[in-house]
């Protein structure tokens, strides 16, 4: 009982401080409390889980400074974003450049735009200053409220003269029942849901999806995708942001296995995003800790954004199977040097000149002490001409690259072919790799016709034998400044996939 009162007046002298502005740092220092425990206090006595008490904020400018569109496949925003009323202080909330992004490519002025997973309200200011109507719902009534407040200013009339400010609607409810909404009325649907059991929203509230476990998550998300599909007009477009997690040493791929679910209700990929992340630590204890153990910071996102297609589109899609082609594994020898730096997050951004051999080193140096092997899957028009080599000795790492995805034009059956291909060939290799080895396949996405092949997800579909651990997933990025142009309305793909698996028996 007294102990109970001592918690609770610990509590409310926690409370007091952060209305009062100490960092959770300072907080977790003089308290003695982890991140994760001040985390919970606010949820649980606020109702929403925000970082910052003693907020009002002033509006300082209405627009971002110097904004572009994304061009590439990779989106990386170095500051987050904090004209209007924008800020950081919802935890787990996106950056306002990416709901701007996505407006301006995929809606026009007076469009309605949904976001049924409104939280502090990112997409609904966003629509507001771009002149869309937008319909923003939560499960939660208190991120409502506060969304609500981030909605409360006026646009100057002299800044956007030209056109209607539409005032959001925002609304409680369950993203899983859109029953309010009519079949094909929406033109956009820009959301960021929870992602599993990661970061928790309520206090436990009915039917917060944050709380689930990744098959339940996956299971109701299904349940959004259906009621996206019918709300949405078709030949309009879906966007999602979700990031993978690790559990234990391993990843659990949550952003493919989500692409799949609305897949999976009719939508077709139109761009696969890499969304990278800023706020990961790549110096210090750190660096020290993820060479020493092994790992590397999960340092991106995926933006999936899909399409509705029209009926005569997937029609037209259906392709005839060429078979006057092969794509074989040649071997290859590479010459490692030691980098300068480790890699130790997700996304290696690395020079264009020099970018295999740094990324081979990378790859070598961490996940390599003794002899590997490399292949290399290029296309031969004629027959098999590749040199087979049968006998290795026990081999640390085994990297299968994919040149052939880059330069030629890949149809839908040459994605077949290569993933049959490969995993004939991870069948026929995967016993020559020491247990606790590692193999490392190397591919990137391709565009067949309109929509988007996203092959690292179908390796990862397709690889599915028991021993085969997901260590990591890696972005790998050519740092080039002014990416070739795109002739279409379509993103330039720049990003490749390291998918490294660590092999357990
Ligand atoms: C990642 S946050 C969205 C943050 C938002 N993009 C922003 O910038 O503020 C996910 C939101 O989903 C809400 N949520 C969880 N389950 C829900 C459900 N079944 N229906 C609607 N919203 C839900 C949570 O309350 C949380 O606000």
């Known amino acids: 009982m007294e102990r109970e009162l001592i918690n609770k007046e610990r509590e409310k002298d926690i409370l007091r401080d952060k209305e ?43 627009e971002p400074e110097n904004f572009q569109e994304e061009k590439t496949s990779v989106w990386s925003f170095k500051n987050r974003g904090n004209w209007a009323t924008h800020s950081g ?38 629509c507001k200053l771009l002149g869309r109507r937008c319909i923003a719902i939560d499960i939660n009534d208190k991120a409502i409220e506060l969304a609500k407040e981030n909605l409360n200013f006026n646009i100057p009339p002299s800044l956007f003269p030209d056109f209607e400010v539409y005032e959001p609607e925002l609304i409680v409810g369950d993203a899983r029942d859109l029953s309010f909404l009519k079949d094909n009325s929406v033109d956009l649907i820009c959301s960021h849901p929870p992602y599993a059991n990661i970061i ?51 990843i659990v791929p949550l952003g493919f296995k989500l692409i799949d679910v609305y897949l999976r209700e009719g939508f077709e990929l139109y761009e696969l995003v890499i969304k990278r992340q800023h706020n990961c630590k790549t110096t210090g204890f750190w660096y020290e800790k993820s060479i020493k153990q092994n790992f590397l910071l999960l340092a991106h996102e995926y933006l999936a954004i899909f399409e509705k297609p029209l009926k005569k589109e997937k029609e037209n899609e259906k392709q005839t199977i060429q078979n006057n082609f092969k794509i074989i594994p040649k071997e ?24 295999d051999k740094i990324l081979n080193s990378n790859v070598l140096l961490r996940y390599c002490k003794g002899s590997y092997l490399v292949l290399d899957f290029s296309i031969n028009q004629n027959k098999f001409s590749g040199e087979e080599i049968e006998e290795y000795e026990k081999l640390d790492l085994l990297i299968i690259k994919s040149s052939f995805l880059s330069g030629v034009h890949v149809s839908k059956d040459m994605v077949e072919k290569f993933l049959d291909e490969l995993r004939k060939l991870v069948y026929q290799k995967l016993p020559f790799v020491k247990d606790g080895g590692y193999l490392v396949v190397q591919v990137r996405d391709v565009r067949v016709g309109r929509y988007i092949e996203p092959i690292a997800k179908r390796v990862i579909d397709t ?21 070739p142009e795109n002739d279409r309305d379509f993103l330039s793909i720049i990003h490749q996939y390291l998918l490294i698996y660590e092999v357990k028996r």
């Open 332 to 355: 290859l020898k590479l010459t490692p040097e030691l980098p300068e730096k480790f890699e130790t997050t997700s996304v290696w951004i690395l020079p264009s000149d020099d970018f």
């Open 200 to 250: 928790h929203y309520t206090d436990g509230k009915e039917g917060d999806l944050s709380f689930l476990d990744v098959e339940d998550y996956l299971s109701e998300m299904q349940k959004v995708a259906k009621e996206s599909f019918r709300v949405l007009k078709p030949g309009k477009k879906c966007a999602i942001l979700i990031g993978d997690i690790r559990r234990e040493k391993y």
């Open 89 to 126: 202080d919802y935890r787990g909330n996106w950056s306002p450049y990416i709901p701007r992004n996505v407006i301006l490519k995929y809606s026009s002025r007076g469009d309605l735009v949904l976001d049924y997973f409104c939280g502090a309200g990112t997409t609904a200011i966003e």
């Open 20 to 62: 009062r502005g100490l960092s959770d740092e300072e907080i977790g220092k003089k308290y003695n409390v982890s991140f994760k425990y001040i985390e919970r206090l606010i949820t649980k006595e606020k109702g929403v889980n925000i970082s910052r008490l003693n907020k009002k904020k002033r509006i300082r400018r209405f």
């Open 463 to 483: 690889l599915s034998e028991k021993s085969l651990k997901i260590k990591e997933i890696v972005i790998a990025v050519p740092d080039v400044s002014g990416y």
